[in-house]
């Protein structure tokens, strides 16, 4: 039988963020990398979300431009991936 876990407040706190940050990404997919279960994730929403957001809610408008902006910085990332591909074949057959 498995020990049950605790985790420190810190942990709980970063993974909502995570969580309220988390841009195309599903629930489980967060719960998996940080290695919990997704409805643990929900119960740490319901506690830390109130702390967290008061004041800082973010309009509309910078949801969509923090989007964007992810949406971006996955593309450049996967251009930036794909150029280091071809400049190491391109060494490759230089040589």
Do not use: Y
Request: glycine residues 4%.
């Amino acid at each position: 039988m498995q020990k049950r876990q605790s985790r420190p407040s810190s942990f709980k706190k970063d993974a909502v963020r995570r969580l309220l940050a988390r841009g195309t990404k599903s629930v489980s997919e967060i719960a998996q990398e940080l290695g919990v279960s997704p409805s643990m994730l929900h119960r740490w929403r319901e506690r830390f979300e109130p702390e967290l957001t008061s004041g800082t809610q973010q309009s509309q408008g910078e949801r969509d431009e923090v989007e964007r902006l992810r949406r971006e910085l996955r593309e450049l990332q996967a251009e930036n991936s794909l150029l280091k591909k071809a400049a190491a074949l391109f060494a490759k057959d230089v040589k």
